[in-house]
Structure formats: C-alpha cells, structure tokens
Nanobody, 125 residues
C-alpha cells in the first residue's frame, strides 16, 4: 500500500511562490514516476507536472509552463512542486500522484495508481 502525504499548501497573494512537498511512505519510491494534479472548484482535475523515476526527465502542463517546476529527492522519498508567479487561477487542491511505471507516459490520470489526499493552495488578487 502506498501512502502519499502532501504539505506546503496555504494562502498567498498573486505573484507569490509556494513549494509543495509530497512524502511517499513506500520502499519502492525510486522505481516510479511521480506527478502533481490539481482540482479547482467547478473544474475537472487537471494535470500539472510529472517526473520520471530517476528525475532525469520532467513534463509540465501548458497552464503552468515557465512558472512551476517539479523535482524529486529519491533519498528522501519526496517529490516537490515549486510554484512561482502564482495567480488566482492557480487556486485549487493539489494532489500528489504515483504513476504505474518508471515513466509518466503522457502524464494522463489513467496511468496513476495512487493519490495523496491533497493540499489546498489559495491565491488572492
């Protein structure tokens, strides 16, 4: 069983930054790609970013391109999402996700087999 625990969410003004963390309580963390999704009120859950098991390749969604960065530390079983230049449209619950393989494939939700419970990010104008 995989347990993913997000932290780092909170309230910030537009233009500010936050760094989300996701701690994975599983022995095989380094064998799987990891990702972040978000769910805003009234919208469908949206892909944000993904990273391969080794951290050698990453993919960021169009909506956050140039502002968000995903990284991981396999020694700490943790994946991060650095969020800069936040705007109110980034307000959402952010979820950590584990993919079914070392590669995130195309990043789609159907390739995810485990989810965290989410952390709320609120950006005010």
């Amino acid at each position: 069983q995989v347990q993913l625990v997000e932290s780092g969410g909170g309230s910030v003004q537009a233009g500010g930054s936050l760094r989300l963390s996701c701690a994975a309580f599983v022995r095989t963390f380094s064998a799987y790609a990891m990702g972040w999704f978000r769910h805003a009120p009234g919208k469908e859950r949206e892909f944000v970013a993904a990273i391969t098991s080794s951290g050698g390749s990453a993919y960021v969604g169009d909506a956050v391109q140039g502002r968000f960065t995903i990284s991981r530390d396999n020694a700490k079983n943790t994946v991060y999402l650095q969020m800069n230049s936040l705007n109110p449209e980034d307000t959402a619950v952010y979820y950590c996700a584990r993919y079914i393989s070392a590669s995130y494939l195309n990043g789609a939700m159907r390739h995810v087999d485990s989810w965290g419970k989410g952390t709320l990010v609120t950006v005010s104008s």
